[in-house]
């Protein structure tokens, strides 16, 4: 357990400048204040590259393997995009939610046996605990998320990077790690246990990714299954991360939003994304804020 040094007190001063009355608590500096309970979690989270490397696998392995095997199976492109290429880059939208449910997992084990007593009981606002360990969990998932891109193109994935390319990929992994972690803070201060997050996982962090048009187009889904996936965030961050890397006539985003202009298309999606964790993180601090008086 690491220590979370944060400023306790403050005299308060008296009218010919001694002190007097008793002390007051002082109010935490909020930037220093985060940095604290994110190295606290960093700690926590990473002592061991086990638990970096743990995430990395499944996405890894679709990376590396199934989707080099893939596309010489199909040994053909989907709407002109090279089928491993267009494979590889779905992964990420694996990889995020599984980095992010892990950091979730860290929650529900210091809510059990960690240290989140006493820092309820320390004077710091209950919105920075959480600030704090999204830091932490975004920064994780953006490591794993340079390690996949990387190892996909050593694997013969065909990027086309260009600087407004890149703009619309980080932008888009930034909100959608955002907006995972802060499912994964609502589920750990929900399910009372660690069996039962373990249990929740797939349904939050790996079956949405299938409806969302990973290994095929969404259009190719039955008509119910194609307008759900359009509701998903997901599918949103899947036809942005393409735009970006591999897609830049956006002809994922215009099976979502059936436009002509994929720069209109890709700011619609980017606001689907946004708002969304901006709303779940909202509903993340309020589950916190109630389950810490528990």
Not at 74 to 90: E, H, K, N, Q, W
């Amino acid at each position: 357990m690491t220590d979370t040094a944060l400023p306790l007190v403050r005299p308060v001063p008296s009218a010919n400048g001694a002190t007097a009355g008793p002390a007051l608590p002082a109010r935490p500096r909020v930037l220093p204040t985060v940095a604290t309970l994110a190295r606290r979690r960093l700690a926590l989270s990473a002592r061991t590259p086990r638990e970096l490397v743990v995430p990395l696998l499944t996405p890894l392995l679709f990376a590396l393997i199934i989707a080099p095997a893939l596309g010489d199976t199909v040994a053909g492109t989907v709407r002109g995009l090279d089928y491993m290429t267009f494979v590889a880059v779905s992964t990420l939208g694996l990889l995020i939610p599984l980095s992010a449910c892990s950091a979730g997992l860290g929650v529900v084990v210091d809510r059990h046996s960690g240290a989140r007593r006493d820092l309820l009981a320390a004077p710091v606002p209950r919105s920075l605990i959480v600030a704090g360990n999204l830091v932490v969990a975004v920064a994780l998932a953006g490591l794993q998320v340079v390690v996949l891109v990387a190892a996909a193109a050593l694997r013969g994935a065909d990027f086309t990077v260009t600087t407004t390319g890149v703009a619309w990929f980080v932008a888009t992994v930034l909100a959608f790690a955002v907006f995972m972690y802060a499912v994964a803070e609502i589920m750990a201060n929900v399910i009372p246990t660690q069996e039962e997050y373990i249990g929740a996982l797939p349904a939050v962090a790996i079956v949405p990714w299938f409806l969302a048009g990973p290994l095929f187009p969404i259009s190719a889904l039955p008509a119910g299954l194609t307008a759900a996936a359009k509701v998903l965030p997901i599918t949103h961050v899947l036809a942005l991360l393409r735009y970006g890397l591999v897609d830049h006539h956006g002809q994922a985003l215009r099976d979502i939003w059936g436009m002509s202009s994929p720069t209109t298309m890709a700011a619609l999606s980017l606001v689907v994304v946004v708002v969304s964790a901006v709303v779940t993180s909202a509903l993340a601090l309020r589950v916190f804020r109630r389950a810490a008086v528990r």
